[in-house]
């Protein structure tokens, strides 16, 4: 099956008992037994849901992995995979990332007792300079969050692999339709499917894929002793955005190739940032790696953060908000809103500069949208 027909059918058997071609919500903490050990497969709702097996199963299927294990956010599923590690051990992750996986690390985990060190993603030996006796994880995201830096995946697994390090990638950025971390040889692939797998920003989920079987076996025992599961509304709600993935990601990809070009051009705009601009030091590797380019754009503004102020308050289109991925565009500063778990001092060694907004472009016509960010950037002056 190729991509476009996997998003659709995929796990999605029309419902057997019924016929129903979209199968039910299966809204039930229980199941009956017809007998003491006697079961239809299904015992418990935090163990396994048939909802959620649907989805489990399209996420898998969609990162070419084994098998997909559902959670009830992105920072759920990033906490199963920490669980495969105990105190003492070593993790080194990019030091471009989310800033909740930040907060998580720093905040719960190194007084948990986990050791962690962050290698820049542009320092081409970063992550093999790091590596420690007890270095047991690798941590990335690709494109990074929110510099939109490329790692190169082929290399990064051959390094953990020559070291029998685990390699996680968290593929919220680049949906599989983009990217496809397993393929490249990491371990696990994380998700954080309340953005562009969902994609209408109405959920909150995340999501795990692995082809290992004894990685698969161990979180699956986590993902049900923890519980941090989704509900099957949520799970239903995922699948059904899922299916328009790769219609979705073609629109949202050809406006961000058409708008980051307009703000390259603009001379309010100092910098973007944007694997899919031929001039920018990762299109090269983003060309190989990826099936395209994604639709996060970000860019730092002329007249620092008053500038900044001024440009969010006059967009009409793009929505001040945390999140991306949705079909509605939205703007956000990362310093104070996605990336605010770093100190001042952090972010400046980051580049994470105090005029620096992050885009994520939705599937809006692209004028409307280009106008939008015309006008605001007008009255950005300062
Ligand atoms: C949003 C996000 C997360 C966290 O996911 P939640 O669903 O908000 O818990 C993790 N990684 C990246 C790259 C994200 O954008």
Known sequence: MRFES????????????????IPPVYQTSTYRQ????????????RTDNPTRSRLQALLASLEGGRWGLAFASGMAASAAVFSLLKPGDHVIAGADLYGGTYRFLEKVLVPWGLEVSYADPDDGRGF????????RLIWVETPTNPLLKVIDLGKLSGVAEHLNLLLAVDNTFAPPYLQKPLACGADLVVHSTTKYLSGHSDIIGGGLVTSNPNIHRRLKFYQNAAGAVPGPWDCWLTIRGMKTLPVRMREHEKNALFLAQYLHRHPQVAKVYYPGLPD????????RQME?????????LEGGFRAVERFVSRLKFFSLAES??????????????????????QRARRHISDSLVRLSVGIEHKLDLRDDLARALASSKV
């Not at 920018?280 to 060309?287: D, K, N, Q, T, V």
């Not at 991306?324 to 778990?341: F, N, R």
């Open 292 to 300: 395209g380019f994604g639709a996060m754009i970000s860019l730092e």
């Open 34 to 45: 017809d007998g003491i050990g006697k079961n239809a497969g299904y015992e418990y709702s």
């Open 280 to 287: 920018s030091p990762y299109h090269a590797l983003a060309s």
């Open 324 to 345: 991306l991925g949705g079909v509605e565009s939205l703007v956000c500063y990362p310093p104070a809103m996605t990336h605010a778990a770093f100190s001042p001092q």
């Open 6 to 21: 996997k998003v659709i059918h995929a796990g999605q058997k029309p419902d057997p008992q019924t016929g129903a071609v």
């Open 128 to 135: 093999e300079k790091a590596v420690k006796k007890n270095t």
